[in-house]
């Protein structure tokens, strides 16, 4: 089940605010918000339910630079990832059963800054992820905001999902509107109590999230 979550953020609920979440590391500060009616929090369960499992950092693995002029995005791949083609998904990287994915929506909206609170949205997310019968457990680690190219508002955050079908997952999630599109970007990693995220993993992993941005106008 690959690319499933991001797709249905609040048609329709009132904004609300949750104090409790807490920044992503290494980048930016602030809180982020998201949706208010346009989103659809299905794109929000695109990426990250399926996409998932170990991944062990292969020796020279290194980071390539990825741009899709025609989507007009760009980010960085680990060199180990190959590109592969999946329904529902604008391009996804696999090596082995982790992904790195994007998909881009037409939304009405022209910026992040139209959108619900930061806690709105990943409340939506978590109930969402808690309503379906493979979940066990879901829960927000970090929300941030960061700027992109040219000012542009760049939304991430990570959240973690214990389920009967890959048990617990780490998830690491980017968003930004441009051009009237929403870009989504999701990265997966198994970080079950036996085998643990390592530091080394998770700094590659967030140097793709913080990488995720708009391509460059040529």
Known sequence: MALQVWKCLALSC?????????????????FFRLSKRSLNLSVLALI?????TNWSKADGDVLERYTDSKEGFTLLVPSSF???????????????????GVVVSPVRLSSLSEFGSPEFVVDKLIQAEKRK????????????KRSGQGGLQVYEFEY????????????FS???????KLYLLNIAHSDKPESP??????????????????????
């Open 14 to 30: 009132p904004k609300q605010q949750n104090p409790r979440l807490s920044s992503l590391a290494p980048p930016p500060t602030c």
């Open 174 to 180: 980017a968003a930004f509107v441009a051009s009237k």
């Open 82 to 100: 190959t590109k592969v083609e999946k329904a529902g998904a604008t391009v996804l990287f696999e090596q082995g059963s982790n992904n790195v």
């Open 160 to 171: 973690k999902v214990d389920s009967t079908r890959g048990g617990m997952k780490r998830i």
């Open 48 to 52: 990250c339910n399926g996409l998932l």
């Open 197 to 218: 995220l390592d530091p080394e993993a998770r700094r590659m992993l967030e140097q793709v999230l913080h990488s995720f941005d708009s391509a460059p106008q040529t």
């Open 133 to 144: 019968e493979s979940t066990k457990d879901a829960e927000v680690v970090g929300v941030a």
